[in-house]
């Protein structure tokens, strides 16, 4: 198994980092950042600080969403509340901070499956301090996990347990959405689980993790023709939408993170420009917004040239339509 502090520890790597800098593109543009972390793991420190260095390094970032990743979790009480505690530390830390970016919504961590959900939801709302927006429970599982550098926590056959889809629906009754992470070979699944439960809102993470590592390894273009297939049919439901992101995870193979330079937004548009247009036209701008997922993408490219990169692939798009994927998709998605 990789060593489990590998994405924490490589996700600092400041000096590797600067070694390509770029002017900013369109610097006035406003940006809410849909998707980032939070941690403090074994010395590996990405909090409020860090983040205002990354979100304060050129873009205009004026909100931002915190995702759930099991930081801050309570260290006792009934298992089932324990993940409150992130909640609860995460709206503290976001009430305290001057930074020009302000975490504007929290996606929490529920087990949907769990019979007192209403309970641990609310007690969500009450800890989030007006800032809850969602949950997630990812459905994240591979049969090769020592191949992969970031092991998901999902379980087969998440998606259809009938007690996940009460959940689910239960999710919209409370007006929260859910956000989700899988593999790209779980699209089947996802596109199952989106039209049982058509009345919550899905926002699927990082493109379905197209994975490129272990068995995966030399079968880009084969996945991606399946893949385009496979979005085209997701974005036929109405109630899921589509962050644009989290391409640059180490496990999607593009090895990044192993080579003397990190990439230059050019670069970046090169390698994955077709997957971020194929999204765009399968869900219109409207349903799409741009994600860092830092500070995991972090191992691969920096915020500035990351969101450099953004603007490059959006810059054939309409004002209107870039306005979308850059702030008002997530602004509508999670009522911000």
């Known amino acids: 198994m990789i060593d489990p502090d590998w994405m924490p520890r490589m996700a600092q790597r400041d000096d590797w980092l600067a070694l390509v800098v770029e002017d900013i593109i369109d610097p006035a543009r406003?940006?809410?950042?849909?998707?980032?972390?939070?941690?403090?793991?074994?010395?590996?420190?990405?909090?409020?600080n860090e983040l205002a260095a990354d979100t304060g390094s050129g873009h205009n970032v004026v909100q931002t969403m915190y995702i759930?990743?099991?930081?801050?979790?309570?260290?006792?009480?009934?298992?089932?509340?324990?993940?409150?505690?992130?909640?609860?530390?995460?709206?503290?830390?976001?009430?305290?901070?001057?930074?020009?970016?302000?975490?504007a919504g929290i996606i929490g961590f529920a087990d949907l499956r769990d019979d007192q959900l209403c309970d641990v939801l609310k007690a969500h709302k009450n800890a989030g301090q007006g800032l809850l927006c969602g949950i997630r429970q990812s459905g994240a599982f591979d049969s090769d996990p020592d191949a992969l550098a970031i092991v998901g926590r999902g379980v087969p056959g998440q998606y259809s347990d009938p007690d996940f889809r009460r959940g689910m629906a239960r999710l919209a009754e409370h007006g929260l959405t859910y956000?989700?992470?899988?593999?790209?070979?779980?699209?089947?699944?996802?596109?199952?689980?989106?039209?049982?439960?058509?009345d919550t809102v899905m926002v699927l993470d990082h493109f379905s993790t197209p994975l490129g590592v272990g068995r995966f390894v030399g079968q880009r273009d084969a996945i991606f023709t399946?893949?385009?297939?496979?979005?085209?049919?997701?974005?036929?439901?109405?109630?899921?939408?589509?962050?644009?992101?989290?391409?640059?995870?180490?496990?999607?193979?593009?090895?990044?993170?192993?080579?003397?330079?990190?990439?230059?937004?050019?670069?970046?548009?090169?390698?994955?420009?077709?997957?971020?247009?194929?999204?765009?036209?399968?869900?219109?701008?409207?349903?799409?917004?741009?994600?860092?997922?830092?500070?995991?993408?972090?191992?691969s490219v920096s915020y500035h040239v990351l969101w450099n990169a953004f603007k490059k692939i959006a810059s054939r798009y309409s004002e209107a339509d870039q306005q979308m994927m850059f702030a008002g998709t997530a602004r509508q998605v999670y009522g911000l």
């Open 30 to 48: 406003e940006i809410v950042d849909p998707h980032h972390h939070l941690w403090n793991r074994q010395g590996r420190i990405y909090e409020m």
């Open 68 to 103: 759930e990743c099991r930081s801050y979790w309570d260290s006792d009480g009934p298992d089932n509340m324990r993940p409150v505690g992130e909640t609860k530390r995460v709206a503290e830390m976001a009430a305290g901070s001057a930074s020009k970016a302000k975490i």
């Open 179 to 198: 956000d989700t992470w899988h593999y790209h070979h779980q699209a089947g699944d996802f596109l199952e689980l989106a039209r049982a439960v058509p």
């Open 226 to 299: 399946r893949w385009k297939d496979d979005m085209a049919a997701l974005a036929d439901c109405p109630n899921v939408r589509a962050k644009l992101g989290g391409l640059a995870m180490a496990d999607n193979g593009w090895g990044w993170h192993d080579r003397e330079l990190p990439p230059t937004s050019d670069q970046f548009v090169a390698a994955y420009g077709d997957w971020y247009h194929h999204m765009i036209a399968c869900f219109g701008p409207d349903r799409c917004m741009f994600e860092s997922n830092f500070p995991v993408d972090r191992v």
